[in-house]
């Protein structure tokens, strides 16, 4: 985003003690997430030498090849050795679901196309600028409940 924009964003999340990092292309934030540990992707998508619609896609493209936000494929007929036990319900197999980043897409366009293309992508939620900080506020409580519901802490296991 421009210098003034990621001001605006870096002075809110430093104000509600939430750790951040900026980049200033799409390559540089796929270098980035590729380090770990992002909770959330608050993604230009008019960024120079990658836009972030391309920046989005490769992300999530590292993602499944990861196997990250993919459940495994695990023929029925085969048991893994260890199984958790659920009382009536028998027994199932440990889940390996680590959660994928979420991905918002943030532009000064309204057009309907752009909000397609960056969901098509893989973006999770599109923010026309100039952002509300209340309503950013009450978006990254929800994006956050999402990655705890979804088991964020396991993203890096291997």
């Given at each position: 985003d421009n210098p003034i924009n990621q001001n605006i964003l870096s002075m809110f999340l430093k104000k509600k003690k939430i750790k951040h990092q900026t980049a200033k292309d799409g390559e540089e934030a796929v270098k980035k997430w590729k380090t770990g540990g992002f909770h959330l992707i608050?993604?230009?998508i008019q960024l120079?030498?990658?836009?972030?619609?391309?920046a989005t896609r490769e992300i999530r493209?590292?993602?499944?090849?990861?196997?990250?936000g993919v459940f495994p494929m695990t023929p029925a007929t085969e048991m893994p050795s260890r199984q958790l036990s659920l009382g009536s319900?028998?027994?199932i197999p440990p889940s390996p679901l680590r959660s994928s980043v979420i991905i918002v897409a943030?532009?000064?366009?309204?057009?309907?196309?752009?909000?397609?293309?960056?969901?098509a992508a893989g973006c999770n939620?599109?923010?026309t600028k100039p952002v509300s900080l209340k309503w950013l506020e009450q978006k990254t409580?929800?994006?956050?409940c999402m990655q705890v519901s979804t088991g964020f802490g396991r993203q890096r296991e291997s």
């Open positions: 608050l993604m230009d120079p030498v990658k836009d972030g619609i391309e493209d590292l993602e499944r090849n990861s196997n990250i319900l028998g027994a943030l532009t000064a366009s309204s057009l309907q196309t752009d909000r397609v293309n960056a969901l939620d599109f923010l409580i929800e994006w956050g």
